[in-house]
C-alpha cells in the first residue's frame, strides 16, 4: 500500500514553545496514520507546568520544538492558543484521554502498541487496564527502564527491542522532561509514533486518580492534584503558574496578538 502524506497540526507560539493547534480527532487520525506507516515521529503534551519548562530552559525547548505535535494538554495552554492565535479550540488534548482513543483505534486497526516507562508494576497494572478498555489490543512489548540516564549502548538496545516488536505506537510515561529527551534523542530511529504521555501510566494503571470531569474543564486540576500530592507539587505549580500567568499578562498588555503559524 502506497504511504498517505501525514499533515501534522499546525503550530503557533506561545512563550518560544510551538504548540499543536489540535484537537482528538484531528491529533488521533494523523498519528494513527503515521503508525499504520511505522513512520517515526514524536508527540508530547504541554500542561502548564511543561509549557513553563520549556519556555524557560533553551535546551528543552529546542527539544521539544523539534516535535511533530506539542499538544494543548492542559485547558489554560488551550487558553492561550484561543486567546493569542484564534485557535478555536473548544478542548485541550489531555494526554490520558488521548492514550486510551489511540489504544482503541490501534486495536481495530492492528496496530501493535509499545509501553515504555514507570515500575514493572505499574506497567503490569496498565497492560491489564489497557487490555480490558481496549479488546484486541496488541501490546507488542513493554518494559520499565531504570531510573537513570541510559548509555548510548543501552538506548540502542531499546531502539532495537521496541523495532524489532513492530509496534506503531510507543507510550512513553518517564515524566518530564525525562521522556521527552529520550524521545528526542532517538525520534530519526525508533519507526514507530512515540508519545510522552507522563502521568497517563500511573493513572490508567490505578495507582493516582484522575481530576473529576469538573474540574479539568474549569482548568482546576492541578489543584485536585496539589491536594493529593502537596508535597511533592506545592513548589511546580506556585513557581510556574505564577510564571504562567506573569507571561499572559505582559502578553496581553504588549497587545501583542500575532499569529505566526509555524509549518512542521
Not at 523495532?163 to 522532561?177: E, Y
Request: proline share 5%; net charge positive; with cysteine.
Amino acid at each position: 500500500m502506497a504511504a498517505v502524506s501525514v499533515n501534522w497540526p499546525a503550530r503557533h507560539d506561545v512563550f518560544g514553545v510551538q504548540v499543536s493547534a489540535t484537537t482528538y480527532d484531528q491529533a488521533e487520525a494523523v498519528i494513527i496514520e503515521a503508525a499504520r506507516q511505522r513512520r517515526g515521529a514524536v508527540v508530547t503534551h504541554m500542561p502548564v507546568h511543561g509549557l513553563i519548562t520549556a519556555a524557560t530552559d533553551a535546551k528543552y525547548r529546542e527539544c521539544v520544538n523539534r516535535f511533530d505535535i506539542i499538544a494543548p494538554d492542559g485547558q489554560p495552554v488551550r487558553w492561550a492558543l484561543n486567546k493569542f492565535h484564534d485557535a478555536g479550540l473548544d478542548d485541550r488534548c489531555y494526554g490520558p484521554e488521548l492514550m486510551i482513543r489511540l489504544c482503541r483505534r490501534a486495536a481495530e486497526q492492528h496496530i501493535g502498541v509499545y509501553l515504555y516507562g514507570s515500575t514493572p508494576e505499574v506497567i503490569e497494572k496498565l497492560s491489564r487496564r489497557l487490555l480490558e478498555l481496549c479488546p484486541g489490543l496488541k501490546i507488542a512489548g513493554s518494559e520499565s527502564p531504570p531510573f537513570r540516564p541510559l548509555s548510548d549502548a543501552e538506548r540502542q538496545e531499546v531502539v532495537g527491542r521496541i523495532n524489532d516488536s513492530g509496534a506503531g505506537l510507543v507510550f512513553i510515561g518517564l515524566g518530564c522532561p525525562r521522556q521527552d529527551y529520550f524521545a528526542g534523542q532517538t525520534k530519526n530511529e525508533i519507526h514507530a509514533v512515540q508519545l510522552c504521555v507522563g502521568a497517563a501510566f500511573d493513572f490508567h494503571a490505578g495507582n493516582k486518580k484522575m481530576a473529576p470531569a469538573w474540574m479539568q474543564r474549569m482548568s482546576l486540576e492541578w489543584l485536585f492534584r496539589l491536594t493529593h500530592e502537596p508535597g511533592r507539587l506545592w513548589k511546580r505549580y506556585l513557581v510556574t503558574n505564577s510564571i504562567f500567568l506573569m507571561l499572559c499578562a505582559k502578553r496581553l498588555i504588549a497587545g501583542d496578538r500575532k499569529r505566526q503559524v509555524v509549518t512542521p
